[in-house]
């Protein structure tokens, strides 16, 4: 099968996998919110932000190296494995030794019992990191889908009934743990792999030495959204992170639908690219272009109805989330611009270079949500816009030097996606007053098809490469279809 297969083929799967699981994750997180309050939001957000972290750590950039290398050994499969373990396992006693003097020091009591039942979930993420990277070496992106819904089918059940029982915020804990416990089982099945008990010494520095930049990298950049959520809870407390986390939640669930099962996909495929840098830079500017497309109307709308959707939902009691929702939205415009820089910066092996953009970016973030959390929780939503806002031109310039990206085409791209979501965003503005006091799904249901149809026939007129990709997919449809009748 040729590469563009693969890729179309293993974003397919990620696609339908994170389809699944995102309407899933719909319904969860409705009955979640409705059953627990801010405050049980804010506490596990606190200490997710810490595991999320030890995860990364864990990891140790070990799944992006053999991912990336083009030969692989049994005895560098087992080494990993076991370099991976280890790490996990003192970050595991790490994070449960540790619990009692973040509780002291956020002023959250109950942080930490919920740090210490989470805290193997370091060990069990650093578990898996071979064994995704042998998913992904493979394009086994079907069998990831199956684990990513099955883990949140399970760990999701659980949680619900936990919240509808009365066990509040230990339902929040319970799917986070019980989530990564499945993963574990779903992956080792799928690739019906053991290690065995080989361990090199040599090969685990050279593993850890170029998964260093990947790792550094990855924590910084989760950081950079981490270390905001640990602002607003030292500054703003624990309730109002929670206000601040279903906001997120409601980015995060539009982000998994549209985006990010691509992203998963790409890194394998643009490493392909890598002898080939026109090819490279041709893929690229095609990701950021089909990004735009589609995530800039999702984000607008939604903040548009953001409204009449969170309070349909989540009920009047996250009222406060409705307006920091509205703002955070405000970040798809800088999403497709930047969003893959990491994926194309590793497909040519410029890890350190990667760690350099995520130390700039993190720094940034920590200086903005300083500042930005001195204003309360809408300020800290402010802060991650600016943030993003700062962080994208130093980017782009990044990788115009680095990868040769003009900037200029990359910019271009995204031009008819942000005129196409501005005519429709007129519209649905225009449109809104005159539903007066129609029911909230009703409002929705118009405003969406009112949106859908015209922002299609903005793009469709504005973009002639879009109606050429169209039209020449919509062809070879047609041409397979009479070769099969």
């Known amino acids: 099968m040729s590469l563009r297969k693969h890729t179309v083929t293993g974003v ?35 200490a997710t932000a810490f595991i999320d972290i030890s995860n990364l750590m864990g990891r140790a950039g070990l799944t992006e190296v053999l991912v990336q290398r083009q030969e692989m050994t049994d005895e560098e499969l087992d080494t990993a494995f076991w370099s991976s373990f280890a790490i996990g396992t003192l970050l595991t006693l790490a994070m449960f030794l540790g619990a009692q003097g ?92 053991l290690p065995s008990a080989r361990f090199r010494w040599r090969i685990a520095l050279d593993q850890l030495n170029s998964g260093l930049a990947v790792s550094l990298s990855s924590l910084l950049g989760t950081g950079n959204q981490r270390v905001l959520d640990l602002i607003v809870g030292y500054f703003v407390g624990a309730q109002g992170l929670g206000y601040l986390r279903i906001a997120w939640r409601g980015i995060d669930l539009l982000l998994e639908l549209s985006i990010r099962p691509v992203t998963t996909v790409t890194l394998t495929s643009l490493a392909r690219l890598q002898n080939d840098r026109p090819a490279l830079i041709k893929a690229y500017l095609r990701l950021v272009h089909m990004t735009a497309v589609f995530i800039y109307p999702l984000f607008v709308g939604a903040a548009i109805v953001a409204p009449e959707l969170l309070t349909l939902m989540f009920g009047t009691k996250w009222q406060a989330s409705i307006p920091l929702m509205q703002i955070l939205a405000q970040i798809a415009f800088f999403v497709p611009l930047i969003y893959y820089k990491t994926n194309a910066l590793m497909a040519i092996g410029l890890m350190w270079q990667v760690l350099l953009i995520n130390v700039v970016e993190f720094v940034l973030s920590a200086t903005v949500g300083v500042v930005a959390a001195q204003y309360g929780v809408e300020g800290a939503a402010i802060g991650n816009v600016v943030r993003m806002l700062l962080a994208t031109p130093v980017i782009l310039f990044a990788l115009k030097a680095w990868v040769g990206i003009p900037i200029g085409r990359t910019i271009g791209v995204a031009v008819y996606p942000v005129i196409a979501t501005a005519v429709m965003a007129a519209v649905l503005i225009f449109l809104r007053p005159h539903l007066g006091s129609v029911h909230p799904v009703a409002i929705l249901a118009i405003m969406s098809a009112g949106g859908f149809v015209t922002y299609a026939a903005a793009i469709l007129a504005l973009d002639r490469e879009l109606r050429g990709t169209l039209t020449t997919f919509g062809l070879a449809r047609i041409r397979r279809s009479e070769t099969a009748a």
Do not use: C, H
């Open 12 to 46: 397919f799967w990620m696609v339908l996998g994170t389809g699944g699981q995102t309407l899933f994750q719909f319904v969860l997180f409705i009955v979640l919110a409705r059953a627990l309050g801010p405050e049980a939001f804010g506490v596990v957000g606190i």
């Open 102 to 193: 973040l509780a002291d020091l956020f002023k959250v009591p109950e942080l930490k019992i919920v740090m210490q039942i989470l805290s193997p979930m370091s060990l069990l993420f650093a578990a898996g990191t071979v064994y995704e990277a042998k998913l992904r070496r493979s394009f086994g992106f079907r069998a990831i889908a199956a684990r990513n819904v099955s883990a949140t089918m399970v760990s999701g059940t659980i949680a619900m009934v936990m919240a509808l029982t009365g066990f509040g915020v230990f339902s929040l804990v319970a799917q986070r743990l019980t989530y990564y416990i499945w993963y574990i089982i779903a992956i080792l099945v799928a690739t019906r792999w």
